[in-house]
């Protein structure tokens, strides 16, 4: 059972533009959801996180967003740049256990 | 500063063989977890060890196992191999255990079983 689900898989996004990328989760007990970036060849690398006591974090063009209720949190980048171009994973934990991980976006940013 | 290093990078094995992954993690970082990707899974998490102790194991087989050593660095081993269980292996760091700061993650080591 996936624990973290997130869409879309793949985003085609315009220089300049918003990218949005969404993730849902089941257990109410995770405490801490990073957002990872992985570029070809390379492995994932942490990029922003947020704890759920707080409904936003912002740290430069990139922000997330996150609903307590509704169990979900996105990822904005803002003012996308083809440096953007890679893969996108949401995570989420647990009092420092296991993460666990989305099955990634695909994140392309037209010149 | 050195980062998390992962040795081979690339690996061939066949069907029913065994190998073993190397990992040292960044200088101080005292866990080391492991992670399977897959095109289709995403990462799944495999253990985790904190100053030479398993924290915490993912539902994979006894097939996979670790250990790590008195210098932070780790090993992980793959018995019996299977086709499926072709994937890149990531190994990460971080100086607490739990990676709440922030996992550093190696380049990975590309398995393929034929």
């Known amino acids: 059972q996936q624990q973290v689900k997130q869409s879309p898989q793949s985003l085609i996004v315009q220089k300049g533009g918003i990218s949005i990328i969404n993730c849902a989760y089941e257990?109410?007990?995770?405490?801490?959801f990073p957002w990872y970036q992985q570029f070809p060849g390379k492995g994932p690398a942490l990029l922003i996180a947020?704890?759920?006591?707080?409904s936003e974090k912002k740290e430069g063009r990139f922000t997330i967003s996150f609903n307590k209720s509704a169990k979900q949190f996105s990822l904005h980048i803002m003012d996308s740049q083809p440096g953007d171009s890679a893969t996108y994973f949401c995570?989420?934990?647990?009092?420092?256990?296991?993460?666990?991980f989305g099955t990634g976006t695909s994140l392309t940013v037209i010149p | 500063k050195a980062g998390v290093t992962q040795t081979p990078r690339y690996l061939i094995k066949t069907r029913g063989q065994q190998v073993t992954l190397s990992c040292s993690p960044i200088?101080?970082?005292?866990?080391v977890s492991w992670y399977q990707q897959t095109p289709g899974q995403g990462l799944q998490f495999l253990f985790e060890?904190?100053?030479?102790?398993?924290?915490n194991k993912g539902n994979f087989p006894g097939r996979f196992s670790g250990r790590q050593f008195s210098n932070s660095r780790s090993e992980m081993n793959v018995s019996t191999l299977e086709l499926g269980d072709s994937a890149l292996y990531l190994c990460?760091?971080?100086?607490?255990?739990?990676?709440?700061?922030?996992?550093?993650f190696g380049s990975g080591t590309r398995l393929t079983v034929v």
């Open positions: 257990n109410t007990a995770f405490d801490y």
């Open positions: 990460a760091s971080s100086l607490d255990p739990g990676g709440l700061y922030g996992y550093t």
């Open positions: 995570a989420a934990s647990k009092d420092g256990n296991q993460f666990y």
């Open positions: 200088s101080g970082h005292r866990s």
């Open positions: 060890y904190f100053s030479e102790t398993q924290r």
């Open positions: 947020i704890r759920p006591d707080v």
